[in-house]
C-alpha cells in the first residue's frame, strides 16, 4: 500500500520535474523560464521529503525559490526583459552540438548507472529496519558544527565576500563628471558650438543653458522665456 | 482512535484524522478572517468619530457575507494586454501561501474526550522542521505579489509588485533572524514542542520575557511581511492607484484581500506561539480545553494592534523603508541573536 | 522503496537538460538558471546517496552547496544589471568587449 503510494508520488514528481526543466529551456520569455524553474526547484523539494530530508527540503524551498528566485525575478521585472528576438544566430551550429553533447553525457550517466546497478550491493546498514534520523534537524547541527566546521567558516566567509562584491557592484560609480546632471544642459552638434573643429562630428556636451544660448545666438531672455 | 486503526489501518486513519483536522482549522480560521475584516471597519470607526458598517444584520453582524456576495456577482474584468495564464494564477497562488501554514501551529494541548480512549493534540499536523517550514511558504509567498504586478502589464501595477518584492525580501531576513533566538532557548524547530516549553510559572514562562528586543523586531517586521499600515507601500492607493492589485476586480480582487488578512493571522498565530506562550496560559494543565481560548484570545489581541496601528500611524516613504529595515531593523536582529547566544553558551538554556 | 537508481537517473535527465540549456540559451539570466538546474540535479544526486546510505554528510554538502549558489546568485545578477546598464541588452553575444 505504502510502497505504491510512494512509486505514484515519486513518478509525478520526477515528471514534474523533468517537464518543468524542457519547459524552462524551450519558453523565449525570462519570465516563464524563472516560474518553470521555480516548479523544478518545488518539485525537487518534495523529492528530498519522499528520501527522508525534510530539513533540506525546507531549506530547498526558502533559498532557492524564496531567495535565489525571487531575486531573477525582480532583476527581471526591473529590467523589463522582453521575449528574445529569434535573429540570425551567430554559432549556426549550437543547437545541434547541444543536443549531440546532452545525449552524449545522457548515455554516458545510463551505462555507469546500470552498470553499478550490475555490481554487487555494498556492504551498508541499509536492510536495518528502525526509521533513519539522517534528514532530521538535530543531525545536521551536529553534523555541521562538529566535523565539517571548517567548511561552514569557510563558507560564511565566501557569503561575505559576495555581499561586498554585490554590493560593490551595484553601486552606481561615484559621479563622473559626464553624469552630473545640469539643469538646462544640452547636446549640440559640435559645428554650432566650436565651428573651427567640425571634422570630427562628436557631439560635445555644454555646460549651461547660457553658454548653449550664446552658442546658438540667442537672447538669453528668449530662452528663459520658452 | 483505535476502533478507526483496526477498521482501515494506521496511516489511513492519521490521514483521515488530519483531513477533518485540516477542515475544521480552515473553517475556524476563514470565519475569524472575515469576522477580522468587519472589526476592521467598525474599530477604524470608532476611532475616527464614525460608526462605520451597522445596517447589515444586528448591529452588522452579517456584513462579510454581503460583502462576498457582492465579490462573487461582480463582473469579471481582465485587462486587453494581460499575461494571462500568470494573471488568473497570482491570486491562488497568494491565497494557498497564505492558508498553506495554519496547518503546524498547535490550536490547543491533547484533548482526552472524557468516557472513551480518545486523545488527540489539537494540532493537524507535527514535524520536526514545523518552523522552517512556516518560513518557506513565507518566502514563497512573494510570488503571488510580483507575479499579479509583472502580468496585468500597468505601470503602477509593476511599480507596486516591485516594491512588493523589495520590500518582502528585506524584511524577511529579520522576520527569520528575530525568530532564530527564540529557537536558541527551545533548541527545537518543532512548534508544538516549543509550546510545550512554555508551561512553566502556573503557565506563564513566556519566551518575550527572555527576547523583548527578538519580539519587537519580529512585530515591525511582521507588519512589513504583510503589507499593512505603515509598510503598506506595495498599494499605496495615494501613489500608485491600488498598486499590484489595480487590474483585479471581483473574486480574484477578493481572493488578494482574503490573503492579506490570512496573513495577518498567521503571523499573529507565529507571535503567539513563539513569543507569548502559544495556548498555554493558568489553569490549562486542569481544564485543557481552556488552552483553545487562551490561544484565539492571544491572537484576536495581536489582529486588534493591527487595526490599532492602521488608524493611527501614516506611511513610510519607500527610502526610508529600505533604510529601516536594512540599517537599522537587521543590526538589531543580529545584535539580538549574538547576545542570545552568548548567554545560552554561558549560562545553558 | 524507489530503487535508488531511479533518483540518479533523474539527476542525470536534469543535469543534461541544464547542460544543453546552457549552450543554447542566449540570454543571461536564462543561462544563469540552468546553471542553477546543474547545481540542483548535483544536489538530488547527494541527497539520494546520503539518504540510501544513512549518512549525514551528503546533506550537508548540499546546504553548502546551497550557500554558494546564493553566493553566486547575488554576484551573478549584480554583474547582469552592470552589463544590461553598459549595453542595453542581456545577449551574451552583445557582451563580447571588456571595457565600455
Known amino acids: 500500500m505504502s510502497d505504491i503510494l510512494t512509486f505514484i508520488v515519486f513518478i509525478l514528481l520526477a515528471g514534474l520535474a523533468i517537464g518543468s526543466a524542457l519547459a524552462m529551456v524551450a519558453q523565449r520569455n525570462p519570465l516563464y523560464s524563472a516560474i518553470s524553474l521555480i516548479g523544478v526547484f518545488g518539485a525537487l523539494a518534495g523529492l528530498y521529503l519522499t528520501l527522508a530530508a525534510p530539513f533540506i527540503a525546507a531549506v530547498q524551498i526558502i533559498v532557492y525559490a524564496g531567495a535565489i528566485m525571487v531575486l531573477v525575478v525582480f532583476v527581471i521585472m526591473l529590467l523589463n526583459v522582453e521575449e528574445e528576438v529569434r535573429r540570425p544566430v551567430r554559432l549556426r551550429y549550437l543547437v545541434p552540438t547541444a543536443v549531440l553533447l546532452a545525449a552524449v553525457l545522457f548515455a554516458e550517466a545510463a551505462f555507469i548507472l546500470f552498470y553499478v546497478n550490475d555490481a554487487p550491493a555494498p556492504p551498508s546498514p541499509l536492510a536495518t529496519a528502525e526509521p533513519s534520523t539522517t534528514g532530521l534537524t538535530a543531525s545536521i547541527g551536529t553534523g555541521l558544527f562538529t566535523t565539517y566546521l571548517l567548511p561552514f567558516e569557510i563558507t560564511s566567509i565566501l557569503i561575505l565576500m559576495a555581499l561586498v562584491g554585490a554590493m560593490t557592484l551595484a553601486r552606481r560609480t561615484a559621479a563622473r563628471p559626464q553624469d552630473l546632471v545640469v539643469p538646462g544642459a544640452q547636446v549640440l552638434p559640435l559645428q554650432m558650438v566650436e565651428p573651427a573643429r567640425v571634422g570630427d562630428d562628436t557631439p560635445v556636451r555644454s555646460d549651461t543653458t547660457a553658454e548653449a544660448a550664446r552658442t546658438l545666438g540667442l537672447n538669453e531672455q528668449e530662452q528663459t522665456r520658452e | ?349 | 522503496m524507489i530503487p535508488m537508481s531511479w533518483y540518479l537517473a533523474l539527476s542525470a535527465v536534469l543535469f543534461t537538460i541544464g547542460v544543453a540549456g546552457v549552450i543554447i540559451k542566449r540570454n543571461a539570466i536564462a543561462m544563469f538558471m540552468c546553471i542553477e538546474l546543474m547545481l540542483n540535479s548535483v544536489n538530488l544526486t547527494f541527497i539520494a546517496l546520503s539518504s540510501f546510505f544513512r549518512d549525514v554528510s551528503g546533506q550537508l554538502f548540499v546546504f553548502i552547496v546551497m550557500t554558494v549558489a546564493a553566493a553566486e546568485a547575488a554576484v551573478g545578477l549584480g554583474i547582469i544589471i552592470t552589463v544590461f546598464r553598459n549595453r542595453e541588452s542581456l545577449d551574451v553575444d552583445d557582451a563580447s568587449v571588456l571595457r565600455d
Not at chain 2, 67 to 82: A, G, H, R, T
Not at chain 2, 320 to 344: D, R
Open chain 2, 1 to 349: 482512535m483505535d476502533w478507526l486503526n483496526n477498521l482501515v489501518g494506521p496511516t489511513v486513519a492519521r490521514g483521515i484524522f488530519q483531513f477533518i483536522g485540516i477542515n475544521v482549522a480552515f473553517v475556524v480560521v476563514l470565519m475569524i478572517v472575515a469576522y477580522t475584516v468587519l472589526a476592521e471597519r467598525r474599530v477604524l470607526g470608532f476611532i475616527q468619530g464614525r460608526l462605520g458598517p451597522n445596517r447589515v444584520g444586528p448591529g452588522g453582524i452579517l456584513q462579510p457575507f454581503a460583502d462576498l456576495l457582492k465579490f462573487i456577482f461582480k463582473e469579471e474584468i481582465v485587462p486587453d494586454k494581460s499575461t494571462r495564464f500568470i494573471y488568473f494564477l497570482a491570486p491562488f497562488l497568494a491565497i494557498t501561501c497564505a492558508l498553506m501554514p495554519i496547518i503546524v501551529y498547535p490550536f490547543g494541548p491533547e484533548i482526552h474526550i472524557p468516557g472513551t480512549r480518545i486523545v488527540f493534540p489539537l494540532v493537524v499536523a507535527r514535524f520536526d522542521v514545523a518552523l522552517l517550514y512556516v518560513l518557506a511558504i513565507t518566502s514563497v509567498g512573494v510570488y503571488g505579489i510580483a507575479l499579479a504586478g509583472w502580468s496585468s502589464n500597468n505601470k503602477y501595477s509593476l511599480m507596486g509588485g516591485l516594491r512588493s518584492a523589495a520590500q518582502l525580501i528585506s524584511y524577511e531576513l529579520s522576520l527569520g533572524l528575530s525568530l532564530v533566538g527564540v529557537v536558541l532557548l527551545s533548541g527545537t524547530l518543532d512548534l508544538y514542542e516549543i509550546v510545550g516549553q512554555q508551561g512553566g510559572w502556573h503557565g506563564l514562562r513566556w519566551n518575550i520575557i527572555f527576547q523583548p528586543l527578538g519580539f519587537i523586531i519580529y512585530l515591525i517586521s511582521a507588519i512589513a511581511e504583510t503589507n499593512r499600515v505603515p509598510f503598506d507601500l506595495p498599494e499605496a492607493e495615494t501613489e500608485l492607484v491600488a498598486g499590484f492589485h489595480t487590474e483585479y476586480s471581483a473574486l480574484k480582487f477578493a481572493l488578494f484581500f482574503m490573503a492579506e488578512y490570512v496573513n495577518m493571522f498567521t503571523v499573529s498565530m507565529l507571535a503567539t506561539t513563539m513569543f507569548f506562550g502559544g495556548w498555554q496560559g493558568p489553569g490549562v494543565s486542569t481544564f485543557p480545553l481552556l488552552g483553545i481560548f487562551y490561544f484565539l484570545g492571544k491572537v484576536i489581541c495581536f489582529l486588534f494592534l493591527y487595526i490599532w496601528l492602521r488608524g493611527t500611524l501614516p506611511r513610510f516613504r519607500f527610502d526610508q523603508l529600505m533604510n529601516f529595515g536594512w540599517k537599522f531593523l537587521l543590526p538589531m536582529a543580529i545584535l539580538n541573536l549574538i547576545i542570545t547566544a552568548t548567554v545560552v553558551f554561558f549560562f545553558g538554556t
